[in-house]
């Protein structure tokens, strides 16, 4: 996210010429220090890197100085950038995460200020800046961990269930009765391929509400090929799902499903197992840990997908404010009446019904909102799950979306919720 900055090749200056002797910058390489290097809004004009100085001085035929300082023009300092990153946040969630594989992302939900963007494994930046040791460097390049690799925001990964709220919505959109009753038996069949429940015995009778408590497969399939790809697809558009989420310094847009996407990838048209699988996050499908932040968020703040950004605030060296970010508001999306209360609903029996699938993260201090998501991908020759976890929660006047992603796991309700909780209750409530 920080990224690093390293001296620049004097070799490589368009001005190098100009000078008799001349002092490498520092430049941005990567993250905020690459993006933020140069910037132009508001009163700021230099981002980050500052402008260069330069002396004239006389020399006799040898070279020695004869007289100084014919003509000096100093040196501009660079800006300081102020990130909405909470400190605090950034470093709890590393620790919840050492050891693991996965990333955790916390925003502000209604303004879209990225609290929390963490990767996990990550790297030393005391290690790579100004300077990259090559020991290290060939140790990062060669860890199959892929610490240089940003997971938060850069991963593209299979969702699973925590995509359920949003075919909710799709479905309540189009005027299902959230009333509606399936009966689930463990399995599915979809155009003679069985998909199984995440409950191989089945759930029994259910509504919609303890579909997403219980994170049936079973009824989202049932519901979501009756709705159709192009409705899912739709609302997987309004929340995010293949487009920048905002962010400065980039990231993965995910993958949006789409039918010539199927014939793109696999030389064939959509059918009704492809619907079945992306009404329960699997199959042509991909987001980013911060997109799944993002749309939670919407989730949370009424059903606006704002822009995720890092950048608040640009300073000059005398400390003068030259930059406020201030993120034109986003329109609601357009849902009938009482949709996105059904969904919230069911994500809160989710973490606070005794047999949510998300229980691990129920609080007796905060009211958590919750969905978990365990996604089967296939890695060479194993298939594993990746589990996840999103949530939002309110505290003293404040909302808060909040996405984990643990990578080659048991479940989201055994890996990731417990984690949620504890992140939440010790970020929130304990005092700094």
């Known amino acids: ?13 368009p001005d ?10 520092l430049t941005g390489r990567s993250g905020v220090e690459r993006v933020l290097e140069h910037f132009r809004g508001g009163l700021a ?13 006389q020399v006799d035929h040898l070279g020695f100085v004869s007289a100084r300082k014919l003509e000096k023009i100093p040196p501009v300092n660079g800006n300081h950038v102020v990130l909405t990153i909470h400190s605090r946040a950034q470093k709890l969630g590393e620790e919840l995460l050492s050891g693991k594989t996965g990333a955790l992302v916390l925003l502000d939900a209604d303004t879209g200020e990225a609290l929390a963007l963490v990767s996990s494994p990550s790297y030393d930046l005391s290690r790579v800046s100004p300077v990259w040791r090559k020991e290290y460097y060939q140790q990062l390049l060669n860890d ?19 995509m359920k709220p949003l075919v909710a919505l799709a479905a309540l959109n189009d005027g299902f009765d959230p009333a509606t009753v399936i009966d689930c038996d463990g399995r599915s069949l979809v155009g003679g391929a069985k998909i199984s429940c995440n409950n191989p015995w089945g759930h029994g009778t259910l509504n919609l509400r303890k579909a997403l408590e219980k994170s049936c497969n079973d009824y989202f399939i049932e519901m979501g090929v009756k709705l159709g790809m192009e409705k899912i697809s739709a609302m997987f558009h309004a929340a995010g799902i293949g487009s920048p989420s905002g962010l400065e310094i980039g990231g993965s847009t995910g993958l ?3 039918r010539e996407l199927k014939n793109l990838r696999y030389r064939g048209p959509w059918n009704s197992y492809d619907t079945a699988l992306i009404s329960i996050g699997q199959g042509l499908v991909l987001i980013s840990p911060v997109q799944a932040a993002r749309f939670t968020a919407a989730l949370a703040n009424g059903g606006r997908l704002v822009s995720v950004h890092l950048l608040k605030e640009i300073v000059s060296d005398s400390g003068r404010v030259l930059y406020r970010n201030a993120p034109a508001p986003a329109p609601p999306w357009a849902l009938r009446e009482g949709a996105l209360e059904a969904v919230r609903d069911g994500m809160f029996q989710v973490v606070n019904a005794p047999g949510g699938s998300g229980r691990g993260a129920h609080s007796g201090r905060l009211a958590i909102y919750g969905k978990t998501g365990t996604a089967e991908v296939d890695v060479g020759e194993r298939r594993i799950n990746n589990t996840w976890f999103i949530a939002f ?7 808060y979306a909040l996405a984990i992603l643990i990578e080659d ?5 055994r890996d ?5 909780k504890e992140f939440l209750e010790r970020f929130l409530l304990e005092d700094s």
């Not at 004009?45 to 001085?57: F, Q, T, Y």
């Not at 929660?393 to 909302?399: L, N, Y």
């Not at 990731?416 to 949620?420: D, E, G, K, S, V």
Request: hydrophobic share 30%; charged share 25%.
């Open 1 to 13: 996210m920080i990224g690093y900055a390293r001296p620049s090749d004097v070799r490589g200056e």
């Open 16 to 25: 190098r010429r100009d000078f008799f002797y001349y002092h490498a910058d």
């Open 45 to 57: 004009e230099n981002g980050l890197r500052g402008a260069p100085g330069c002396e004239l001085i």
């Open 144 to 162: 199959p961990a892929k610490p240089l690799f940003s997971r938060a925001f850069q991963g593209s990964y299979t969702p699973g269930s925590i």
């Open 256 to 258: 949006l499903p789409r």
């Open 393 to 399: 929660t309110s505290h003293r006047g404040r909302r």
């Open 409 to 413: 796991g048991r479940s989201g309700g």
């Open 416 to 420: 990731c919720a417990p984690l949620a």
